[in-house]
């Protein structure tokens, strides 16, 4: 079959299945879960060499902190958690109902479409399929073209273990054809702009999205905060991965007078890290188009007065290996390609500020990002970023390790993105709460006795309940 006729084909059977057997048991969706993952632990070198052959350089160490590490350890909480969640919710009864009994039972939506990037093929495939599975639903997933030799393995090792009307990874399908299907519910990650089209499509099927669409994270470093403890914590966080993270800092801000000490610190630290551009830690820029990108990003900044300063000994970059150096760029200024769009590399602009409330005004000036980070231990400086700005979350002395907790939700708002998985969150996410309204003998009665004919008993017992606000 082809891509397309193996997609109609595996839909067709997600669909049966979904409609004959709508609510599988708990233990039926455990099972599911174990089954994956034991399969992705068995197969974790070649799941790093297939990540690495996609990148043309990723270190195996990368991949297994970045991806390995979090997808089984929301697997292993998923399972711990499921029969918790599954649980029907009782609700109140309204006083003019008594003896009558509310709840919610989490129905499973039926068959999700999972649309995944290539910045990191494995997690952002397999994780929300995660909440999607522990919800009861079966999943068709559509990885990058960038990410096909993983596509190709996924396909490999995971249909032999689950059954495609449970778990389906199809090499080849063409995002248009899969974003227009009737799915139950579809997630998709990447740009905000592929995000519309996204939503426009499966909107012609009244599908519900979620859409995890990343946008420029500020980070900002607090005057009370120690200058080498932000460095190296932020300077991990947004190197990992040679910066394609969509929770990525995207741009710093660092009390004016500071520049100087973070960038001597900077060079220390990511010079520690990777001894030059050819490390093997560092991780290759993905295509030739997003190397050239990147490349004509620092170019603009350096034609237009920034301070491009290379945080590596030896050569800016290397074509050959698609590599660029952790780069900074201090004093940026706004008609910078870099400070227009979302960066997506190595490269991370610092500018400096006098007034939190003019980086509060500059934040809010701008689409709300996926994540802001700042550095401080000043309660007042905190709750001042809090709730003066808006973002799909906050993590406060660090950056991108909200995404690692297993028990809290992940997903943007506005232009970052809307709805969320991860945890209960994920789940109720990819589930209906199906409301149950169970009468009572005595309550029936009741409320017959509002039925047609009106007249003053209607009228009397009416009056009561107004006046009750029953």
Same mark, same amino acid.
């Given at each position: 079959?082809?891509?397309?006729?193996?997609?109609?084909?595996?839909?067709?059977?997600?669909?049966?299945?979904?409609?004959?057997?709508?609510?599988?048991?708990?233990?039926?969706?455990?099972?599911?879960?174990?089954?994956?993952?034991?399969?992705?632990?068995?197969?974790?070198?070649?799941?790093?060499?297939?990540?690495?052959?996609? !990148?043309?350089?990723?270190?195996?160490?990368?991949?297994?902190?970045?991806?390995?590490?979090?997808?089984?350890?929301?697997?292993?909480?998923?399972?711990?958690?499921?029969?918790?969640?599954?649980?029907?919710?009782?609700?109140?009864?309204?006083?003019?109902?008594?003896?009558? %009994?509310?709840?919610?039972?989490?129905?499973?939506?039926?068959?999700?479409? $999972?649309?995944?990037?290539?910045?990191?093929?494995?997690?952002?495939?397999?994780?929300?399929?995660?909440?999607?599975?522990?919800?009861?639903?079966?999943?068709?997933?559509?990885?990058?073209?960038?990410?096909?030799?993983?596509?190709?393995?996924?396909?490999?090792?995971?249909?032999?273990?689950?059954?495609?009307?449970?778990?389906?990874?199809?090499?080849?399908?063409?995002?248009?054809?899969?974003?227009?299907?009737?799915?139950?519910?579809?997630? !998709? =990650?990447?740009?905000?702009?592929?995000?519309?089209?996204?939503?426009?499509? +499966?909107?012609?099927?009244?599908?519900?999205?979620?859409?995890?669409?990343?946008?420029?994270?500020?980070?900002?470093?607090?005057?009370?905060?120690?200058?080498?403890?932000?460095?190296?914590?932020? &300077?991990?966080?947004?190197?990992?991965?040679?910066?394609?993270?969509?929770?990525?800092?995207?741009?710093?801000?660092?009390?004016?007078?500071? $520049?100087?000490?973070?960038?001597?610190?900077?060079?220390?630290?990511?010079?520690?890290?990777?001894?030059? $551009?050819? *490390? *093997? #830690?560092? &991780?290759?820029?993905?295509?030739?188009?997003?190397?050239?990108?990147?490349?004509?990003?620092?170019?603009?900044?350096?034609?237009?007065?920034?301070?491009?300063?290379?945080?590596?000994?030896?050569? #800016?970059? *290397?074509?050959?290996?698609?590599?660029?150096?952790?780069?900074?760029? $201090?004093?940026?200024?706004?008609?910078?390609?870099?400070?227009?769009?979302?960066?997506?590399?190595?490269?991370?602009?610092?500018? =400096?500020?006098?007034? @939190?409330?003019?980086?509060?005004?500059?934040?809010?000036?701008?689409?709300?990002?996926? +994540?802001?980070?700042?550095?401080?231990?000043?309660?007042?400086?905190?709750?001042?970023?809090?709730?003066?700005?808006?973002?799909?979350?906050?993590?406060?002395?660090? %950056?991108?390790?909200?995404?690692?907790?297993?028990?809290?939700?992940?997903?943007?708002?506005? *232009?970052?993105?809307?709805?969320?998985?991860?945890?209960?969150?994920?789940?109720?996410?990819?589930?209906?709460?199906?409301?149950? !309204?169970?009468?009572?003998?005595? =309550?029936?009665?009741?409320?017959?006795?509002?039925?047609?004919?009106?007249?003053?008993?209607?009228?009397?017992?009416?009056?009561?309940?107004?006046? @009750?606000?029953?």
């Amino acid at each position: 079959m082809t891509p397309s006729e193996r997609l109609q084909a595996t839909y067709k059977k997600q669909y049966e299945a979904s409609r004959k057997h709508a609510y599988p048991s708990i233990q039926e969706r455990k099972d599911n879960l174990e089954k994956l993952a034991q399969v992705i632990d068995a197969n974790r070198d070649r799941i790093c060499d297939a990540i690495d052959k996609d !990148f043309g350089g990723r270190s195996h160490n990368e991949s297994t902190l970045l991806e390995l590490v979090p997808l089984m350890g929301n697997i292993a909480d998923a399972k711990k958690r499921l029969k918790k969640w599954s649980k029907p919710q009782r609700r109140h009864v309204g006083l003019a109902f008594k003896g009558a %009994s509310n709840k919610l039972i989490p129905q499973p939506k039926g068959v999700i479409g $999972v649309v995944t990037p290539w910045n990191y093929p494995l997690l952002l495939a397999l994780g929300p399929v995660v909440s999607a599975m522990a919800a009861g639903n079966r999943c068709i997933v559509k990885q990058a073209a960038n990410s096909q030799n993983l596509c190709r393995l996924l396909d490999e090792i995971i249909s032999p273990v689950l059954d495609e009307t449970v778990l389906a990874v199809i090499p080849g399908t063409s995002a248009r054809k899969f974003s227009s299907m009737p799915w139950d519910h579809m997630v !998709f =990650t990447g740009s905000a702009a592929t995000g519309k089209v996204v939503m426009e499509a +499966a909107s012609k099927n009244l599908t519900p999205v979620t859409l995890e669409l990343g946008g420029k994270s500020p980070t900002i470093i607090a005057p009370d905060f120690d200058i080498r403890t932000a460095a190296e914590r932020v &300077t991990f966080t947004k190197f990992l991965n040679a910066g394609q993270t969509c929770v990525a800092p995207d741009y710093l801000f660092v009390p004016e007078g500071k $520049v100087e000490e973070f960038v001597k610190h900077a060079k220390d630290i990511v010079g520690s890290r990777y001894d030059s $551009v050819n *490390n *093997n #830690d560092l &991780t290759a820029i993905i295509d030739e188009a997003a190397f050239n990108r990147l490349t004509a990003t620092l170019a603009d900044a350096k034609e237009k007065g920034a301070e491009c300063i290379n945080l590596l000994s030896g050569d #800016d970059s *290397n074509t050959e290996g698609q590599k660029i150096a952790p780069h900074v760029v $201090v004093n940026p200024t706004d008609d910078m390609i870099i400070m227009q769009d979302e960066i997506f590399g190595p490269l991370f602009p610092i500018k =400096t500020y006098k007034s @939190l409330d003019d980086v509060v005004e500059y934040i809010n000036e701008r689409e709300r990002p996926l +994540a802001l980070y700042m550095f401080s231990n000043d309660k007042k400086f905190q709750d001042k970023v809090f709730y003066s700005t808006l973002s799909g979350a906050v993590c406060i002395n660090d %950056s991108m390790f909200h995404v690692a907790q297993h028990d809290m939700p992940f997903g943007g708002v506005g *232009n970052s993105g809307m709805g969320h998985y991860h945890g209960i969150e994920g789940f109720i996410e990819f589930s209906k709460l199906r409301p149950v !309204f169970k009468q009572s003998t005595m =309550t029936s009665k009741i409320i017959l006795m509002l039925a047609p004919p009106y007249g003053p008993l209607f009228k009397n017992v009416t009056n009561l309940m107004l006046k @009750l606000r029953l």
